[in-house]
């Protein structure tokens, strides 16, 4: 809600501040060097609006992803300004994991926290504007600051688009790249595992797209699709325009998708 309102505010200010510099434009006493720039602070003024407006919003996450932020008996629940995390002490394998865009991080949660439960360190990224574009290199300060022996990216949709530019460009610090619903942009190095995870509801991940990617593709790659999954329900942030409909609850989806993770990453 809160995000709603800042756009509406942003909107408003920019319309009056547009109105008052289009009327300093017309002014007859106003010089050809200064209206132009009034002309380019206005256009400025529009797009920072409509960026304001498009990147404010984003999908909370529900109740039952927040519930899961805890520690326990066995595992730490760690938040920094950059990452959420999911430790154990004396853990050598780190998963590190991009969030979908314009999804609240924390609706990974669940999904996060089932994995370490198996021996797995999970961090969450917490992205500017919730969008992985504008952090694609974020993976890189967990690794500097940690020493683990094998580290794995992974992503959601547009998040996976971003874990696999990281890894084109950073094998020597990844072993394995997995891209839940997502595909690569770039050439993955043959030194970096790859799998990839889907539902076959989902109505959202661009087949061709995801098709003609295999391409880029390193030559150790595997591929799983699950049941009556859909794109949204990697994460608990609810239902997601354009979406398929799940046959599955989100609670089965993110198990099965975790137990897919963790086979990969135990066996690879």
Known sequence: MKYAIYSSIALILSILLGILLMKLVTKKETGKGKKILLSALFSLLIITAVSLIYLLPYQKAE??????LKSDEKIEYVEEKKYYAFLQEGNDTALIFYPGAKVDEKAYA???????EEGIDVYVVKMP????????????EIIEENDYERVYLAGHSLGGTMASSFASSHEENVHGLILLASYPSKKIPDSVLLYSIYGDKDGCLEKEAYENSREYWPERNGEAVLPGGNHA??????????DGTAEISAEEQISRCAEEIVFFIKNS
């Open 233 to 242: 329900q990697f994460g608990e942030y609810g239902k997601q325009k354009g």
């Open 129 to 140: 504007f919730h969008m992985a574009l504008f952090g694609s290199n974020r993976a890189e």
């Open 110 to 116: 669940r999904l996060a926290k089932t994995i370490a």
């Open 63 to 68: 109740e039952s992803a927040l519930e899961v």
